[in-house]
């Protein structure tokens, strides 16, 4: 899930010279080509050998995970504009305050409707079942602090630098999730994610060569 979230690099590469009319050079086009297929591969795993070999998606999070890489990347070129307009600072706090009023207007909307929930629904949904600690609720505010100044270190680099390149660069955060699912929860990598992380470490050295 989290290397098929990644890919909106690419993707907000290729809308950003489309409809900002950045401009990209043959080698930070295959970099960018080579990120995207990096991200493929990730995605993907095999099943059983020879003629009976598959390939499929790595779990059915990764088919959400495709949908919010389409969100992230046409986020991240819109969001661009605003940022060259009114600076990274205004245009950060007016987006977060969009993101705190939809929160609080999904759950109540979801709250209201409690009733008609299945169960996994308001234990996933509205956190029912579940007790709120105070270790759970430290880890969440931090999270949350962390995530406002990521984002607003993001929106910065967006100012000053083409988004293509930014959202490329961004794009290596959730790679080094997937490293840490394998060094600290010894997640198993199969051949073609060794092939797709070889894959994005080359069109990260290519994206970034000089035109």
Known sequence: VSPTISAYGALSAFIAALFLGEQLTPANIGGVVAVGTGIALLGLRTTGSGRDRRASLASPGVAFALVGL???AVITVLLTIPIKAFG????????RIGNFATVWTILLIVRAKRTSLPKWGRT??????????????????????G?????????????????WAVSLLSSLGPIIVVLGGYLVYKERLRAPQLLGLGAILLGIILATLPA
Not at 88 to 95: F, N
């Open 147 to 163: 995530d406002t100044v990521a984002f607003f270190v993001f929106a910065a680099a967006l100012e000053v630098g083409p988004t």
């Open 124 to 145: 996933d949904l509205l956190g029912e079942g579940h007790r709120l600690t105070r270790t759970g609720i430290l880890l969440a505010a931090l999270v949350g602090v």
């Open 70 to 72: 389409i969100f992230f």
């Open 88 to 95: 990274w600072s205004t245009a950060i706090t007016l987006s």
